[in-house]
């Protein structure tokens, strides 16, 4: 018992100075600029946060814990594209991220305190809890990256396909495009996302090349890298673009198909393991079970006899 409360103390202690240390810092800063360049007060309260964006609360709510872990520049380059291909691209995102990664940890002691769990040990469950939030903004990071990839990859074929048309109509593929990512808003919003802003990089002055190349960077799409690469060749060496996008949809699909075909190939071996431990013992004892029932119930009256 004396253990637990003496955790429970250096936790509390630890949370309190760190945030002590925060916003003491925050108050110092806010005082300064204040004396320096007057303003009008900002009188907002914590309950104010509901009626504002989500993204603006969470800025609010992870302002202060930002700057609590260090980061050197070649890490935020890193964040930054793994959030880039998240979706996430504003600047004060990597803020967001940090703070998130010092809010978790402390949410999840929090947690371990008002449920009860840390009587099984608070040594390991504290340092457990720790570590799993510190982890879980990377594994959620993940997790985005991936199912967002997913979405790029199976409706680039139906791009691909509006391309062909738009083209195929009389526009130019730079036309077809910004008709493809306004068509493609409500069904596939990350492919009409990247194709946006591949249009906007072009109307700032950016090559075209360049652009399409960016855009493969962006996703990290095997698929979509492929795509550009063809559409580089094409426009390099003066090909029909369109012939080129059908040609490279029809093998989209046809790798799709594929795909799917090896998968169904692997259930076979996927259901070995469930049969062997789950299925074959039970057809076992309703198979064997009374014969067995009978053997032992003679064997025990030859051996009375």
């Not at 520049?73 to 967001?96: D, S």
Request: glycine share 4%; with cysteine; charged share 20%.
């Amino acid at each position: 018992m004396t253990m637990t409360l003496l955790t429970f103390v250096a936790v509390f202690v630890l949370v309190a100075t760190t945030g002590l240390l925060v916003f003491y810092r925050e108050t110092l800063v806010a005082r300064l600029a204040s004396v320096v360049a007057p303003s009008t007060p900002d009188r907002r309260r914590w309950w104010q946060l509901l009626d504002m964006k989500p993204q603006h609360a969470a800025e609010n709510i992870v302002a202060p814990f930002e700057r609590v872990l260090p980061r050197s520049p070649e890490e935020v380059t890193v964040l930054q594209k793994r959030l880039i291909r998240a979706g996430f691209r504003q600047a004060n995102h990597v803020n967001i991220f940090y703070g998130t990664k010092v809010l978790s940890p402390l949410f999840f002691c929090t947690l371990a305190i008002v449920t009860g769990a840390y009587t099984m040990g608070p040594f390991f469950i504290f340092a457990l809890a720790g570590g799993l939030g510190f982890l879980v903004p990377d594994f959620v990071l993940g997790h985005l990256i991936s199912r967002r990839q997913m979405n790029i990859q199976l409706g680039l074929p139906e791009a691909l396909d509006l391309l062909v048309i738009c083209v195929e109509a009389g526009l130019s593929l730079d036309q077809a495009m910004m008709r493809v990512a306004q068509e493609l808003h409500l069904t596939q919003p990350e492919i009409s996302d990247e194709l946006g802003i591949v249009n906007l990089e072009q109307k700032a002055g950016r090559p075209r090349a360049e652009s399409w190349k960016n855009f493969a960077a962006r996703t990290d799409v095997a698929s979509v890298r492929a795509m550009v690469n063809t559409l580089v060749q094409a426009d390099s060496f003066g090909s029909s673009v369109a012939k080129t996008l059908r040609v490279y949809s029809e093998t989209l699909r046809t790798k799709r198909r594929q795909q799917a075909e090896e998968q169904a190939a692997k259930t076979t071996v996927k259901l070995v393991f469930p049969l062997v431990f789950f299925i074959f013992p039970s057809l076992f004892v309703v198979a064997i079970g009374p014969a067995a029932i009978v053997l032992l119930e003679s064997m025990k009256k030859y051996l009375l006899d």
